[in-house]
Nanobody, 118 residues
Framework: QVQLVESGGGLVQAGGSLRLSCAASGRTFSSYTMGWFRQAPGKEREFVARITWWRGSTYYTDSVKGRFTISRDNAKNTVYLQMNSLKPEDTAVYYC???????????WGQGTQVTVSS
């Protein structure tokens, strides 16, 4: 069982930055691929970024490439999402998720609100 707790959301002006953190419980964090997803009002939840468990390879949705960076600190059981050059369309609830090795995302956090004002 893995429990995930996100933090770092808030209100920021367009062009600003935020860093989200997701702290995970458990002793096998390094065996989990970690992902960030977001859900804007009236829209479906969408993939934002992920970092794999084995090589730490990273993947991003096109709309955030070059602006967002996902990273992980296995010693701290934490995954981060550095968000720069934020746009109003980045406004959403951001969720952290964990997938054991190459499996499905079975564990989800409660979400953290990010609001970008124009």
């Amino acid at each position: 069982q893995v429990q995930l707790v996100e933090s770092g959301g808030g209100l920021v002006q367009a062009g600003g930055s935020l860093r989200l953190s997701c702290a995970a419980s458990g002793r096998t964090f390094s065996s989990y691929t970690m992902g960030w997803f977001r859900q804007a009002p009236g829209k479906e939840r969408e993939f934002v970024a992920r970092i794999t468990w084995w090589r730490g390879s990273t993947y991003y949705t096109d709309s955030v490439k070059g602006r967002f960076t996902i990273s992980r600190d296995n010693a701290k059981n934490t995954v981060y999402l550095q968000m720069n050059s934020l746009k109003p369309e980045d406004t959403a609830v951001y969720y952290c998720a964990a997938a054991y090795k190459d499996g499905d995302y079975d564990y989800w956090g409660q979400g953290t609100q990010v609001t970008v004002s124009s």
